[in-house]
């Protein structure tokens, strides 16, 4: 006989001597019964006073808080779905589609490269040069620049390291190329934050969008075809979208990091979507600080791979891709001729001003 049919017979065994002596009491036959049932591994006891098993376990699966006596209210959820719902989409669709857009501008870059080659200054080079950005301007966009490279390569390596790098370099090295990786991605992180501020003040007034941009924009910025240079201040409308993928997906990246630098702290989603639904969206705002978590990270990575995808395209034309354009960031000098080409209305500008205070 096995164990819990030996004490289920035990149990019955018990209720038919109380029901013949006729000394039970219901709540005593009720404790009898679920304590045999408890002993045959049924059901968890008799710990439940009157209420269902089936409503308990339903709780639990539900994940409902404070069914079990663990004092950690999160550590006490036992079965949380939503986490298999995040980890689905984060390990299936978010690294996928994430993978294909990196892959996919490395492409499209190299394509252009083929076809359209180096931008050459067409005018060639005049040897007068203008101060395009100073000394400031530079840090900032260094500082920015590092540290989003920085984070770029940790981050990436937190969602296809363990299988680009792993297999290749092995448990222990990308043991700690991983964990010195979080380090520096928790803590460079502010140095970028304080880099895209820094842009934000010194060049907002440059990115107001005009009707200029829409002409730069319905003639490609003169980038798929040579002699067309269509007219730009300081910033053409090219930038501009950079300019403000960098501050909004900035400062959107920043918020939902600092969501995850502090777990359980902000309730940024639920509020958002809020909003949102003020606007018709349908949108649960009644989140756990759990789901909360969930979608900060979700959102941290997909506005990542965006910006990565973006800041790609800029490093390609600010480099190898444009001939002159590097000498705007490297010494903040550049060729007048480039200047000319490329920000027309900026140079006459930079020029009256030179003018009038050479008048003075
Ligand atoms: C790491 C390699 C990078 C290179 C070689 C590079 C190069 C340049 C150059 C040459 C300019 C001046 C363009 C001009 O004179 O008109 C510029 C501007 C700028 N850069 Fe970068 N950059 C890099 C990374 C970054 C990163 C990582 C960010 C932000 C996350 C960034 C944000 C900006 C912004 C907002 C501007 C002003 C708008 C624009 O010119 O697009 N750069 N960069």
Do not use: C
């Amino acid at each position: 006989m096995t164990k819990p049919t030996f004490f289920k017979h035990l149990g019955g065994l018990f209720l038919a001597v109380f029901l013949l002596t006729g000394a039970a009491s219901d709540t005593e036959l009720a404790l009898v019964q679920s304590a045999a049932a408890q002993q045959a591994g049924e059901v968890p006891g008799n710990t439940l006073g009157t209420s269902s098993d089936s409503d308990f376990w339903r709780q639990i699966r539900q994940g409902q808080q404070g069914q079990v006596s663990i004092p950690n209210a999160q550590a006490g959820v036992l079965i949380q779905s939503e986490g298999d719902n995040w980890r689905a989409f984060r390990n299936g669709p978010l690294s996928l589609y994430g993978a294909w857009a990196l892959l996919g501008i490395l492409i499209l870059l190299s394509l252009f490269f083929i076809l359209r080659g180096r931008i050459k200054v067409e005018h060639g080079m005049s040897g007068k040069l203008i101060e395009r950005f100073n000394s400031v301007e530079r840090f900032a966009h260094w500082l920015t620049a590092t540290s989003f490279v920085v984070l770029g390569l940790t981050g990436l390596n937190v969602l296809y390291g363990r299988y680009v790098l792993l297999p290749v370099i092995g448990p222990d090295a990308f043991s700690v190329i991983t964990i010195a990786g979080k380090y520096l991605h928790n803590y460079i992180a502010f140095a970028f934050m304080v880099g895209v501020v820094m842009m934000f003040v010194m060049w907002v007034k440059h990115n107001i969008p005009n009707r200029l941009d829409l002409i730069w924009l319905a003639q490609g910025g003169g980038l798929f075809s040579k002699g067309v240079h269509p007219p730009s201040k300081k910033f053409n409308a090219g930038q501009k979208l950079i300019f403000w993928s960098v501050i909004i997906g900035g400062a959107s990246i920043s918020a939902s990091g600092i969501a995850l630098l502090f777990p359980f702290e902000l309730h940024m989603f639920g509020k958002t979507f809020g909003i949102l639904n003020m606007f018709g969206a349908n949108l649960p705002t009644d989140l756990t600080v759990m789901q909360e978590m969930q979608l900060s990270q979700l959102w941290h990575s997909i506005v990542g791979i965006g910006l990565i995808v973006i800041i790609v395209a800029h490093i390609y034309i600010g480099s190898i891709g444009m001939e002159g354009a590097f000498d705007a960031m490297g010494s903040g000098l550049v060729d007048e001729n480039w200047a000319k080409e490329h920000h027309s209305l900026w140079v006459e500008e930079v020029q009256a001003r030179q003018a009038s205070s050479g008048a003075d």
